[in-house]
């Protein structure tokens, strides 16, 4: 492997984090970056929901007191994990901490 290759690959895993292998929280989990690079395309970084997707599929106002209302913390992590239609699946990418991370970063969007 050529050594530019070789920097380019280990920048792309610090910026997406090359974590089918993660082994967890050894290093401190940021809920916010991790919903703004994964997330926050289709969520909004509001979680308001992008205004031009939202006309595409159905994404929910996390902001919305219904979603608050029934938005549990394990359904929130399951449709992470496994996605759901649209909605990508993360659980390849993220390990179970990080995903708890970032469905507790949903469920305070709807708590505000
Ligand atoms: C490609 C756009 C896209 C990305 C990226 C995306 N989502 Fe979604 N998400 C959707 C769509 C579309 C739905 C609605 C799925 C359906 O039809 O039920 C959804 C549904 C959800 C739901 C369920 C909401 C409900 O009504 O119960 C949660 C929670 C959620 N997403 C969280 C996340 C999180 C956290 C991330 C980042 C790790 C993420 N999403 C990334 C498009 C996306």
Not at 63 to 71: E, I, L, T, W
Not at 78 to 88: A, E, L
Request: aromatic share 6%; charged share 20%; proline share 5%.
């Amino acid at each position: 492997m050529g050594r530019i290759r070789q920097v380019f690959l280990v920048a792309a895993c610090a910026w997406v984090g090359c974590s089918s292998n993660d082994a967890g929280p050894a290093i401190p989990v940021d809920p916010v970056a991790l919903y703004g690079q994964m997330c926050a395309r289709c969520h909004g970084v509001d979680g308001k929901g992008d205004a031009t997707l939202k006309l595409q599929m159905p994404i929910q106002d996390f902001s919305d007191p219904a979603f608050k209302m029934r938005a549990k913390a394990e359904e929130i992590e399951t449709v992470i994990m496994g996605g759901r239609k649209q909605m990508p699946a993360f659980g390849g990418m993220l390990s179970v901490a990080k995903i708890q991370a970032v469905a507790g970063h949903v469920r305070r969007l709807a708590a505000r």
